[in-house]
């Protein structure tokens, strides 16, 4: 999230946080319980930042993303933004957490690489159509669960990871601005 860190200050404050659990230097997450608890007061403290702002988007990589989404159901937030949406555990596709995404009522930008085997596109535009909550798709074409794409398949296109992370950076900037 520090590269991305980066990128979205160029359209606000960014405030990012390590869970307890890599705080420890553990590599086993610890219980969402727990993982959400660390976000609300991540939350709290970039709200104290900005005088309680109600206007502070949720933006998560991966597992970051998903407890956002728990965090939502509970928070009064504009929007979330899901860099690469683990939707399906572990890869496994017969285990969908997709119970929260049906749950939202908050806009959902998601950002997905065509390549990532966490969250098979068709999948997650099944359950798109089943969400309450308004929600927006931005494919990155040939991008992985980290959103990269090969060094191969960007010369082919005759661009650079770069380009890609701008293009993402331009449908997070409309998704604000639409929300907002």
Request: proline share 4%; glycine share 10%; net charge positive.
């Amino acid at each position: 999230m520090q590269g991305w860190k980066a990128r979205l200050q160029e359209i606000g404050a960014v405030e990012t946080f390590d869970y307890d659990y890599m705080r420890a230097g553990r590599k086993r997450p610890d219980r969402l319980p727990q993982l959400t608890e660390a976000h609300r007061a991540a939350l709290g403290a970039a709200r104290e930042k900005v005088g309680n702002n109600s206007s502070l988007f949720l933006i998560g990589k991966s597992m970051g993303g998903r407890v956002g989404c728990h965090l939502a159901l509970e928070e009064e937030v504009p929007g979330l933004i899901c860099l690469g949406y683990p939707l399906c555990a572990m890869g496994d596709r017969s285990k969908l957490r997709d119970q929260v995404l049906l749950s939202l009522g908050r806009p959902v930008l998601f950002v997905q690489g065509r390549r990532d085997p966490l969250c098979p596109l068709e999948l997650l535009e099944e359950v798109r159509a089943r969400m309450k909550a308004p929600n927006f798709l931005h494919v990155v074409e040939a991008g992985d669960h980290s959103l990269g794409v090969r060094k191969r398949e960007l010369q082919a296109g005759g661009e650079t990871q770069q380009d890609v992370d701008r293009r993402i950076l331009e449908a997070i900037v409309k998704f604000v601005q639409s929300v907002a």
